[in-house]
C-alpha cells in the first residue's frame, strides 16, 4: 500500500517544472505530529532513514498536514527521550510557495542559511522540502 502512495508521490512530482519549487522538492522526509515524543521520532529515524531524503530536520504537522513547527536533529539528539516535539521545536518557519522560482530559493537558502527549505501552498500546507544539495547541484554547473 505504501509503495503505491510513494509511486503516486513520485508521478506528481516528476509533473513539475525544474526552474520552480515544486519541481524541486522531495516527499523523502520525517513528518511527526505535535504529540509525538522524542525517543518515538528516533524509533521512526532509524527505520526511516534509508529512504529519507532530507535528514536536517524533523517536519512538525498537524493531522492535515499543515506545518507547525520544525526541530533539528541536533535539538533532536540533545532533548530527553520523553520531551514532545512541541517542547523543542521551532515556530519560526521559513518557507517558499510551489511557485517560487530557482533565484527566490537560492536568496532564502543564502539568507537563512538551512540545510532544506520546506514547500507551503497557501494554507500552510506541506508540499514537499527542497534539500540545498538539489540547488548546489543546479548552482555548480553553472559556476563551471
Known amino acids: 500500500m505504501i509503495l503505491d502512495e510513494v509511486k503516486k508521490e513520485v508521478r506528481q512530482l516528476l509533473k513539475h517544472d525544474k526552474k520552480k519549487a515544486t519541481g524541486l522538492m522531495t516527499a523523502a522526509y520525517l513528518g511527526a505530529t505535535p504529540d ?3 525517543e518515538m521520532v528516533i524509533a521512526r529515524l532509524r527505520v526511516e532513514t534509508p529512504n529519507l531524503d532530507i535528514m536536517h530536520y524533523i517536519y512538525v504537522v498537524d493531522r492535515g498536514n499543515v506545518l507547525q513547527g520544525v526541530v533539528s536533529i541536533r535539538g533532536l539528539l540533545t532533548a530527553q527521550p520523553r ?3 512541541t517542547e523543542i521545536w521551532t515556530q519560526r518557519l ?3 510557495k510551489p511557485e517560487a522560482n530557482q533565484k527566490e ?3 532564502a537558502f543564502a539568507k537563512y542559511r538551512l540545510q532544506a527549505l520546506p514547500v507551503l501552498d497557501e494554507g500552510n500546507h ?3 522540502v527542497i534539500p540545498f544539495q538539489t ?3 543546479i548552482l555548480l554547473p553553472k559556476v563551471r
Open 105 to 107: 530559493i537560492f536568496e
Open 126 to 128: 506541506l508540499k514537499g
Open 135 to 137: 540547488m548546489l547541484d
Open 94 to 96: 521559513i518557507s517558499v
Open 83 to 85: 520531551q514532545l516535539l
Open 36 to 38: 509525538t515524543s522524542v
